[in-house]
C-alpha cells in the first residue's frame, strides 16, 4: 500500500500545482490514498468549502488542517457536511468538525486520519499526546493504517510525538513551517515520521508570501499586509508505503516536484 502525504497548500498557486501533478504520480507511483493539509489553501490563510471540494476534486481524499483552519467563517459548512476534511482533533469538543476519519481506498483497506495541533509557541488547545492515545485506541479497532498529521511549530514537539506513537500507526507527518526537512524515516517500531512535509506553492517567496513584503515588516516592524507569492511553483511531500494487514510502515520518501505552469 502507498499513501502521498501532501506538505501545506498555500493559495492558488499551490491548488495549481496539486491539479497538474497529483493525477500523474497517482498514476506512475500507484498512489492508493492521497492526504493533503490544506489550512492555506485560500488566498495563503484559510479554506473554504468551495477550494475543499476543488481539492477533491483533483483526487485528494483527505483534507487536514491547523490553526488556520478558522480564518474563513464559511468553513464550518464544509467541517459539518464532509467528513474528509478535519480540524485538529484537540480542539475543544464543542468546536465543529472531527479531528479524524476513516476511509476506504477502491482496494477495500481501511486508513485512519488524524488531525492534531501542537502547543508549544502556538495556541492553548488540549494536549495532543494524550488526546491522538485515546482517539487511536478507537481507530485501531477498525484498522491498523493510521496516519497522523502533526501541525507543529517547534521541532521537538513533533520528534517526541513520533516517538509517542511509534507503532501505534503507520505515520507520523509533520506540517506547518512550509519547510521540507531531510529527516524521513523508519522508527523501530515501523511508524514513518518526518519532521515537516514543506509547502506545496511558490518558493520565490518567505514560505508562499511576496519576500518584498514580509521584508518591510522584518525591517520597519510595522503592520504590512501580505500577500501571495506567484512564481517558482513546487509540490512538497512524502510517499510511505506500509503493509495496509498490520499498519507498519516499511519506506518512506520525500518528494519534490516542479510544477512547471
Not at 468549502?49 to 480564518?71: F, N, Q
Not at 482517539?135 to 521537538?156: C, G, L, Q, Y
Not at 531531510?182 to 506545496?200: H, N, Q, R, S, V
Request: proline fraction near 5%; aromatic fraction near 6%; charge should be positive.
Amino acid at each position: 500500500m502507498r499513501v502521498l502525504f501532501i506538505g501545506d497548500i498555500v493559495g492558488s498557486p499551490g491548488r495549481g500545482a496539486i491539479k497538474n501533478l497529483v493525477p500523474g504520480i497517482v498514476r506512475k507511483d500507484k498512489v492508493d490514498c492521497v492526504i493533503a493539509n490544506a489550512e492555506n489553501a485560500a488566498g495563503g490563510s484559510g479554506i473554504t468549502p468551495a477550494i475543499a471540494r476543488e481539492l477533491e476534486g483533483y483526487g485528494v481524499d483527505v483534507i487536514t488542517s491547523g490553526d488556520h483552519i478558522w480564518k474563513r467563517k464559511e468553513v464550518t459548512e464544509i467541517l459539518l457536511d464532509d467528513s474528509r476534511v478535519l480540524r485538529p482533533l484537540n480542539y475543544p469538543r464543542e468546536t465543529p468538525g472531527s479531528g479524524s476519519t476513516i476511509i476506504e481506498t477502491p482496494g477495500g483497506v481501511k486508513i485512519g486520519v488524524l488531525n492534531l495541533l501542537g502547543r508549544t509557541f502556538m495556541q492553548a488547545v488540549e494536549c495532543p499526546f494524550r488526546t491522538s492515545r485515546a482517539e487511536i485506541e478507537k481507530i485501531r479497532k477498525i484498522t491498523p493504517n493510521i496516519f497522523v498529521d502533526m501541525h507543529a511549530e517547534a521541532t521537538s514537539e513533533k520528534i517526541a510525538l513520533g516517538w509517542y506513537l511509534d507503532g501505534l500507526v503507520t505515520a507520523v507527518m509533520g506540517t506547518h513551517t512550509h519547510v521540507q526537512t531531510a529527516d524521513e524515516k523508519i522508527l523501530p517500531e515501523g511508524t514513518a515520521f518526518i519532521t515537516d512535509t514543506g509547502m506545496t506553492g511558490p518558493f520565490d517567496s518567505v514560505i508562499g508570501r511576496k519576500k518584498e513584503q514580509i521584508l518591510t515588516r522584518f525591517l520597519t516592524q510595522m503592520p504590512v499586509r501580505f500577500e501571495m507569492a506567484e512564481r517558482d511553483i513546487w509540490m512538497n511531500a512524502v510517499l510511505v508505503d506500509f503493509d495496509g494487514k498490520t499498519g507498519k510502515a516499511s519506506a518512506i520518501t520525500r518528494v519534490r516536484k516542479k510544477w512547471k505552469n
